[in-house]
């Protein structure tokens, strides 16, 4: 089991980093068949979104814009 320690605090991971990483590539994959032939406009609007975004448009094969 990983714990993560910040400052004097310690916490333990609820989802691993692959199953995110992993999810993230799904809904990307998701995403170029829905909008193929088409230049969607994506909004992040929500705080620590704009993080979820860049790793999402790292996975997207399809022309799009943020």
Do not use: C, W
Not at 7 to 22: N, W
Not at 36 to 47: D, E, F, M, Q, S
Not at 51 to 58: E, I, L, Q
């Amino acid at each position: 089991m990983n714990v993560i320690t910040v400052h004097d605090k310690q916490f333990v991971p609820y989802l691993p980093e692959d199953m995110i990483r992993e999810k993230v590539k799904e809904l990307a994959a998701a995403l170029d068949k829905d909008h193929a032939g088409k230049k969607p406009l994506y909004n992040a609007i929500l705080n620590g979104s704009l993080m979820f975004a860049a790793d999402m448009f790292k996975e997207l094969s399809i022309e799009a814009e943020i």
